[in-house]
């Protein structure tokens, strides 16, 4: 089975950025917790202090879809980042090791 990695590239909303960076935690730990997670870190962009980063990587692309329908990504992701969001890009890629 081919493992997934995903990039997630958000930009916040101008004075969103305090209520983003304070969900954040929640979310890499509750991710991190996932069966099919392997990896799950966030990256502030230098040039860019509205912008970060997300690494994430993943069993396959069907840990990925199971990451996207537990609680804590409906919660904190759709419910709670992505409406304090300018911007928000995903990027899969197959990781052929």
Known sequence: MTELLVIAKHTMKK????AVLAVLPRLIE???TEPGNLSFVAYRQL???????LLERYKSREAFAAHQQT???KELVL???VPRLDNRVLELHDVND
């Open 79 to 81: 419910e709670q980042i």
């Open 71 to 73: 609680t804590h990504f």
């Open 15 to 18: 004075g969103e950025e305090d």
């Open 30 to 32: 509750a991710a991190r």
């Open 47 to 53: 040039d860019d202090e509205r912008t970060y980063v």
